[in-house]
């Protein structure tokens, strides 16, 4: 089970949340102008990713607020959790 | 007119399944209907009304502080949300104390007084009670500090009247009867 570090309420199991899906996808500014398929890539389309993933959770039995976790989706580590308005790890350099 | 439904809850008043269980150094029973309301708003904003609402109670702090002033509790649920535990015979009017003080601030007041009832566990194997439904450890929780979790899958808030030895948790009515068999069984093994 996961240990997730609420902003507010403090380390809580996984149980306590819901998982919202990839963070940091901002709604287009002007969705009336979008192309159906430009709409459906906001709406529909994810990273699939392997390794570090920032994600959204909702302490759901808690504080029942939103907020960013950061997950590596292989070894499902935690590295960080931060508010909505917060800004991702930049991703590090490869070799 | 105001009105104020009194009745019991879905527990009764003194249900019979608690009747034995300080014999396992635990006692539990069921707190006469509470006034609560559920406030909403930005601490520095509402701060002041509150006070003058509620005799001086503080609702600035962290989320889950919990503060008392006389027979009134602040429990903080969110960075922008209290529970304000009164008197059942005092809801309206700290509600209406509220709505006056709030006039015009960007903020919510909700009477939500049969949205939880609440229970009051004690004895010297109520923390064990804890530990055995919950990963939590209860005993570190500071008198002004409470915990919103779950028991046995049910959503509580607790808050410490006097711990170690006694703690209040509200839950929806509608699990009431799930966890008081869930206290009940646990003690078994306490």
Redesign the interface.
Known sequence: MLLIDCPHCGPRDETEFHAGGEAHIARPEKAAELTDAQWADYLFMRSNTKGWFAERWVHAAGCRRWFNVERHTVTHEIRRTYPMAGAPTEPEEGP | MDRVVQGQGPLGDDPPMFADLAAHGLTVSVVPPLGQINLRGLDHEIAQAVAAACNGLDVTG???RCVAAGASWSLC???D?WLLVVPKHDTNDTARDLAAGLAGKHASIVDVSSNRIALDVGGPKAVSLFSSLT??DISDLGPDRC????LAKA?VIIHPLAAPTTYRVFLRPSYARHLADVIVDATRFL
């Open positions: 962290p989320t889950n649920l969110g960075p949300e990963s939590l915990v919103q979790t779950m959503q």
